[in-house]
């Protein structure tokens, strides 16, 4: 017969599983009800928040609301700081001054900090942990410290279809056009032509698209594979299912075709 000991530490871990599946269906609960929709807007009054677009739980920073409009089908992760103005509580007139095109994801942790107008145009992306801010202090008197120090701000825009990478920093004054791609923990000022790709500290234009060349310098890598048409979403479900032997028989069936 199994001893006292073997029978209470079966108990016991049976308890801490038990425990361990209720704490996180509580905490997946938690994340349903308090994400912020259209239908559920929690403490906001934000001047627009498009049909299907979604705030996960737990909201960074978010004040200004009431100047803040968020388009259609975004996708703002957790931790994401959202505001408009230096401060909440402020009266600041009668236009927005932070816009989300439609199709906007927003990546954890990042911060987008509006005190005049900022636009981000319609299916932008960012990585986690991505800056963008109108407001810089400055360090004009050299006996004050900066952060003490009045701020210049400047209105930034970021074009429709654009592709911010991790950690990227979008400062005062940045104007980036459509589809511009910026690689991770670059610095961006100043303007960048559409479809562009920047990168460094300060960002620096290390890629281009030439309508008659295509891109130059030429990509170092084949450009995806789409998928065939007429391929049904319940096929490509059954994909993670096959095995390597099948998907390399199918792949010559395409090739053969």
């Known amino acids: 017969m199994p001893s006292n000991q073997n029978v209470f530490s079966s108990l016991a871990a049976w308890r801490r599983r038990a425990v361990s599946r209720a704490v996180h269906r509580g905490v997946r609960w938690v994340r349903q009800a308090a994400a912020v929709t259209a239908e559920r807007p929690g403490p906001y009054r934000f001047r627009r928040l498009g ?35 230096m401060m909440p509580d402020l009266d600041l ?10 199709g906007v994801v927003l990546g954890r942790g990042s911060h987008v900090i509006a005190d005049v107008r900022l636009t981000i145009g319609d299916d932008c992306f960012f990585g986690p942990g991505v800056y963008v801010t109108t407001t810089n202090h400055s360090y004009d008197d050299p006996e004050v410290p900066v952060g003490k ?11 429709s279809g654009s592709w911010i990478g991790t950690g990227a920093v979008i400062l005062p004054g940045a104007r980036l056009g459509r589809n511009v791609v910026v690689a991770a923990g670059a610095v961006v000022r100043g303007e960048v032509p559409d479809h562009a790709v920047v990168a460094g500290a300060p960002a620096r234009v290390v890629r281009s698209w030439d309508p008659e ?9 084949p450009a995806p594979v789409p998928i065939p048409e007429g391929v049904t979403p319940e096929q490509l479900l059954a994909l993670e299912g096959w095995e390597p032997e099948e998907a390399a028989a ?8």
């Open 93 to 102: 007139g009668p236009d927005p001054i932070l816009t989300l095109g439609n």
């Open 149 to 159: 120090q009045w701020p210049r701000t400047d209105p930034v825009s970021i074009g």
């Open 51 to 85: 049909a299907g677009a979604r705030l996960a739980f737990p909201q960074g920073t978010v004040f200004g609301d009431p100047w803040i409009e968020i388009g259609e089908h975004c996708i703002i992760a957790q931790d994401v700081t959202l505001t408009a103005g």
């Open 250 to 257: 199918t792949d010559g069936a395409y090739e053969a075709s």
């Open 213 to 221: 060349a295509g891109w130059q310098p030429p990509l170092r890598t």
